[in-house]
């Protein structure tokens, strides 16, 4: 039996990492061959939905490369990559899925050793992580679906882009916000956000009380409860029919979905 060949989509920054790249190709340094590359003017433009979708249709292993903290190009440009990478991180933990499978690195144009390098050890990881098991594992398709949907949610956009402004400059009254409660706060909306697109997709396939969503969720029913209220006042949600004494809940699809 041949060895595991990992199917790796690496995203290039055009001002470093993809000159580091092409360096490491001048230079004749040995590196796998297992990576498709994709060339972006920075690497800001890479967003947490495209690495999860990625990882969703089958690819064992996703890097983003961009400029050092400092240099971009765009000034603050990787510092919202770095923000936005690790919200993909968050929901990549809450799918199932090994995090490992996406990588962010800081490549300069001078650095091909370094590109070779770490290209060479992702290689060495996603070899011992195996396979993404997406096309085997119809939970964690779904989870991942779900990671996807929640990826899209205007909150999560808008607060993975104004970390940085939180802790610097402070919010609409001036009040700086220390990193950890940032943190505390990305964490909590990222979980919010993706249960409860795991809830709408589960209610699309057919009508589920709160009990059997709890279940599905692995949290508490008191906890799943405030998840379906906050889905049914932004009218995403509504109750289906009552089986005996227990209300069953649909998703109401839009837009033709």
Same mark, same amino acid.
């Given at each position: ?23 490491? +190709? ?5 590196? *796998? ?35 050092? *903290? ?42 091909? #050793?370094?590109?070779? +390098? ?6 060495? #990881? ?57 943190? +505390? ?5 990222? #979980? ?27 949290? *508490?029913?008191?906890?799943?409860? #405030? ?31």
């Amino acid at each position: 039996m041949s060895e595991f060949e990992p199917k790796i989509i690496i995203f290039l920054c055009n001002w470093c990492s993809y000159a580091g790249a092409d360096l490491a +190709g001048v230079s004749r340094y040995q590196y *796998p061959t297992n990576a498709r590359t994709v060339r972006v003017m920075c690497s800001t433009r890479v967003s947490p939905q495209i690495v999860l979708e990625l990882l969703k249709d089958g690819a064992d292993g996703v890097m983003v490369t961009g400029c050092h *903290p400092g240099d971009c190009h765009y000034i603050n440009g990787n510092y919202y990559t770095e923000r936005r990478m690790e919200m993909a991180h968050r929901l990549l933990k809450l799918t199932g899925l090994e995090s490992q499978r996406l990588r962010l690195d800081w490549v300069s144009a001078s650095e091909g #050793e370094k590109y070779a +390098g770490v290209v060479t050890d992702f290689v060495k #990881e996603l070899k011992g992580l195996g396979p993404n098991p997406v096309h085997k594992d119809a939970k964690l398709a779904s989870r991942l679906k779900a990671a996807v949907d929640a990826s899209k949610n205007f909150r999560l956009k808008v607060l993975s882009s104004k970390e940085i402004n939180l802790i610097s400059k402070g919010n609409a009254y001036g009040e700086k916000i220390n990193q950890q409660s940032v943190e +505390g706060i990305m964490e909590q909306a990222t #979980e919010d956000e993706f249960k409860a697109s795991l809830i709408l997709q589960l209610t699309n396939k057919k009508s589920q009380s709160v009990k059997e969503l709890a279940k599905e969720l692995g949290e *508490p029913t008191d906890r799943t409860i #405030e998840h379906v209220v906050s889905l049914r006042s932004r009218n995403l949600l509504a109750l289906d029919h009552i089986d005996g004494a227990t209300p069953k809940y649909k998703a109401i699809v839009t837009g033709g979905a």
